[in-house]
Nanobody, 124 residues
Framework: VQLQASGGGLVQPGGSLRLSCSAS????????VGWFRQAPGKEREGVSC????????YYTDSVKGRFTISRDNAKNTVYLQMNSLRPEDTAVYYC??????????????????WGRGTQVTVSS
């Protein structure tokens, strides 16, 4: 089981990026997938995840209205479209699979199979 996040880069405030999460050797649509990020000196946090109940989208408050999670099953890829980026969005972004259940969405301890992240830097 291997995940790979890609699509990061340097962007000016207000700009956009689309991150991709691809999988090797298994079907992503068999799993609940989430996006997480870790800024320097901070703990990893959940950004956006598909919910386990109906596969709708969960977003942390700071990205609501700016980020959109989506999936293309034919390409075995999950995306995170990030618009109106802010300097505080700067972080390494990771995708992961939900391996355990709890009462919370995008709950870090429920996720695993962390792949290599991709750096997003928002700066002028």
């Amino acid at each position: 089981v291997q995940l790979q996040a890609s699509g990061g880069g340097l962007v000016q405030p207000g700009g956009s990026l689309r991150l991709s999460c691809s999988a090797s050797g298994f079907r992503l649509d068999y799993y609940v997938v989430g996006w997480f990020r870790q800024a320097p000196g901070k703990e990893r946090e959940g950004v956006s995840c598909f919910t386990s109940s109906d596969h709708s989208a969960y977003y942390t408050d700071s990205v609501k209205g700016r980020f959109t999670i989506s999936r293309d099953n034919a390409k075995n890829t999950v995306y995170l479209q990030m618009n109106s980026l802010r300097p505080e969005d700067t972080a390494v972004y990771y995708c992961a699979l939900r391996l355990y259940t709890s009462d919370y969405e995008c709950y870090l301890p429920d996720f695993g199979s962390w792949g290599r992240g991709t750096q997003v830097t928002v700066s002028s």
